[in-house]
Every structure is written in C-alpha cells, then in structure tokens.
C-alpha cells in the first residue's frame, strides 16, 4: 500500500495491521514499528473523527511513542495546537494513571468572528449556482467525509476533532449580506446557504444567523437554495414557504443511509434518518421544493441504501434526487481511513479500493469533469442505478432546480447598517444608509 503524504502523518496510521513503508531521504515524516508504538483507532462518542490529524500548514509534527515511564496521552484526545479562546470553556482531563478510563469528551468552543465579506463566488462548470455563504467555519454535526473539513487548516487548527469542536460564529453575517446586496453592482441571483458547513447546525439554535440571513433574503425578494442534514430547518418554514410561493426558495435534505446505526457513526450529531424524511414531508406539505442529496456514496458502507433511500424521500414528497460520490481531498482522506478502521475494520481495506477504482488508482481525483460522480466501471454503474431508479420513480434528477428560481422581484435594501468594529475605510457605498 503506498503510503501517505507528508502532511497526514500525525497521529496514527489508518491501518496498523499494514506493513510500514520503509523509510527514505525524502519522507522524514516515516514511522517504524521499532519506533513508535500507535493505539488501536477508537472513535469518541458523538464525534466523527477519530484524531485530531494536524492541518496541512502546521510547521509543527507531534508523534506519540510509549517510553515505559508512563500511560500514553493522544493528542486526538483534546484540542490539537494552542489555547481555548479567552473565556471559552476547556475539556475535562482525565487521570493519567488510569489505563482504562474513556478519553475526555470534548466540549463544543464556539468563536465570534468580525469577518470581511460574506458571499463567496465560483464559477465551477460542475456546480448548479454561483453564488453561497456560510454563517459558520466548521460543523458540530461531525460528519467524518466533510469536503470543509480542510478549511480548517487556514485557522491552525485540526481538520479532526477540532473542526467539529472548536467552531466560529460569523457575527455579522447578516449585517454583511445586508451591505452587499445594497451595492449597485451586486447583481440579484440565487444564494446558496450552508453548502460548506451546515447552517443549520446545533449552535444555530442559540444563534439564529441563518434565520436573520433567511429574513433578509425574504424581504429583499432574493432567491434562496439551502441544503442541511437538520429539523431545525423547520423553525424556518414560515419565510421559506412565502418565499416558495413566489418561486424563490428551495431546499435539499442529505440522507445518506436509511441505517441510523451507520448513520450514527457516520454523522454523530446530524437528525437521525427516520428524522430527516419526516424533514422532507413537512417540507413538501408546506409547498416548499424539496431534493434529496444522497451525499456522499460510500461503496459498501452507504452504497447499497442508494435505492431505498431514493423510494423512501420520494414517498415523503421529495421532487428531485442527486447523488455524489465520496470526495477525499487533502486531511479528509487519512481522516476518512481512521474512521474506517475504527468502525469498519473488517470491509476497510475493500472500501478505499473501490473508491481508488473510481478516481484513477487515487484517493481523489479533483477534476471538474469527474470529482462528484467518478470514472470507471463502477461510477457507470453507480450512475446506471441511479438514473433507473429515478426514472421508475418519476423524479427529476438533472439538477433543473435552481433554474426554476426567479430574481426578478429583488428588492435592493435602502437601509444598511455601519460596518462593526470600524472594518475599513468609510466609501461612497456607505452613504446608502442616509437614505
């Protein structure tokens, strides 16, 4: 098995019972069973990463080896680099004398940010819109195949149990989106809310940013697509649906399984699947267009629920279905295979070869063309599945949705609140709140 680069390297192996890769001049980053001495993968209760794997930009590698003076103390048992936020609360310890005692479980830290801008652009060919924003910089929901979880790598902090412990609050989101879609040259389209980390993650209930970013939206008439995993969605259904009324919101539910013991495991702090179909019903019932995202496909892990989870989200009035194939770049992929052999030992080795089977021999393969469904045999029948399942059910699946949306209505705010914090410089833009 070819061994793994550089930056993964932190905490253990992803399957011990492989044989180590010689060492060489060019990786000094290489472990030896002589060497150090690596724990059994043993995942935390209600966390999805197994570790707290160091972030690609740390210019700092810790290792974990047993000198016999003492039990060993992981560093995916805590916080991986720095210090909790000035007044935030800190994890339990746990005794170091005793062998057997369960890791510490860690606490949720979440950190107001004053950021600079709010909605980000792309221009990806294979991407239905262009426009997103994302109230939060990681996910409490701690699904262990985020695509975000190498952002925060760009925070110094682990993609690992840090990205779905230690969160950031972007305080004045709302305020942001206020401002940029009072500037003449913001040109009205739809928003996608929440594609990165979930907007509607357990700490958005105390929060309430996506739900003041929701009302801005509403009164300004601008389009809205969301996508979570959450019922907290629900809370929202009085704006969502005058909105749907007027062809200018939509939503996705991920359902990745129908198997809440997997799902557990999977996405520790996400609604349970029974949940979220009851999500896509009430939905539905209040005449909001609602799409079923089995996103991600594991091979033999979620691969086989891909048919019933299809007949399970149309019978709770699901319209429209898509489906992505797993996706591991950078930090996801060594997190990804911890994760496996903590939970999937005995099928692990067989998942990462299929997965390599549908990205040319690699882990992942980011081209546009290829990067959500695959290459390969496999990925053509993944595909065949899908589209006749789709076809049998009558649902759409080409993505048609967010063509259906119309901001031709918007409505641009009069009334734009200061900047906090005195961010910047004071421009013409700012005068609009004279009027």
Avoid at 78 to 98: I, L
Avoid at 274 to 286: K, Q
Wanted: proline share 8%.
């Amino acid at each position: 098995m070819a061994s793994f680069p550089k930056f993964p390297q932190g905490i253990a192996r992803p399957f011990p019972d492989q044989p180590e890769p010689s060492p060489s001049d060019d990786d000094d980053a290489t472990i030896t069973p002589a060497t150090f001495i690596h724990r059994q993968q043993v995942a935390q209760k209600g966390r999805g990463a197994v570790t707290n794997l160091r972030g690609r930009y740390e210019s700092v590698n810790r290792e974990e080896f047993d000198d016999g003076w003492q039990p060993l103390q992981f560093a995916g048992d805590g916080p991986s680099t720095g210090e909790p936020a000035a007044g935030a609360e800190q994890t339990d310890t746990t005794d170091a004398g005793d062998q057997d005692a369960e890791p510490p479980r860690l606490k949720t830290i979440v950190t107001e940010e004053t950021a600079k801008s709010i909605i980000s652009r792309n221009a990806s060919p294979d991407l239905p819109f262009s426009l997103s924003l994302n109230p939060y910089r990681g996910c409490e929901h701690g699904c262990i195949y985020c695509f975000a979880r190498p952002s925060h790598s760009y925070l110094g902090l682990s993609p690992g149990l840090d990205f779905e412990s230690r969160l950031v609050a972007k305080a004045n989101a709302p305020e942001l989106l206020l401002r940029e879609l009072a500037r003449p040259s913001y040109q009205p389209d739809t928003i996608t809310v929440g594609i990165n980390t979930d907007a509607y993650q357990p700490i958005e209930r105390e929060r309430q940013l996506t739900r003041r970013i929701l009302q801005i939206l509403h009164d300004c008439e601008n389009p809205v697509a969301l996508i979570t995993k959450s019922s907290l969605i629900e809370r929202d259904i009085d704006l969502l649906a005058a909105m749907a009324a007027k062809s200018q919101a939509i939503a996705a539910v991920t359902i990745t399984t129908l198997d809440p013991v997997i799902a557990r495991t999977l996405e520790p702090r996400a609604a349970s699947p029974a949940r979220r179909l009851r999500v896509i019903r009430t939905l539905a019932e209040a005449g909001i267009p609602v799409s079923v995202s089995i996103a991600p496909v594991i091979p033999f892990v979620t691969e086989p629920d891909l048919e019933r989870v299809m007949e399970a989200a149309v019978e709770a009035g699901a319209s429209q279905a898509g489906y992505i194939v797993l996706r591991l770049p950078w930090e996801v992929s060594p997190l990804f295979r911890q994760w496996l052999q903590a939970h999937f030992p005995d099928r692990a080795a067989r998942v990462m070869n299929r997965i390599q089977d549908m990205r040319g021999g690699k882990d992942y393969d980011a081209d546009f063309a290829t990067r959500m469904r695959g290459t390969g045999v496999w990925a053509e029948l993944l595909q065949q599945r899908f589209d006749k399942a789709s076809r049998r059910l009558g649902i759409d699946h080409r993505n048609r949705a967010f063509a259906t949306l119309d901001a031709s209505r918007f409505r641009r705010p009069l009334l734009v609140p200061p900047a906090r914090g005195g961010q910047g410089k004071r421009g013409k833009d700012d005068q609009l709140d004279l009027f």
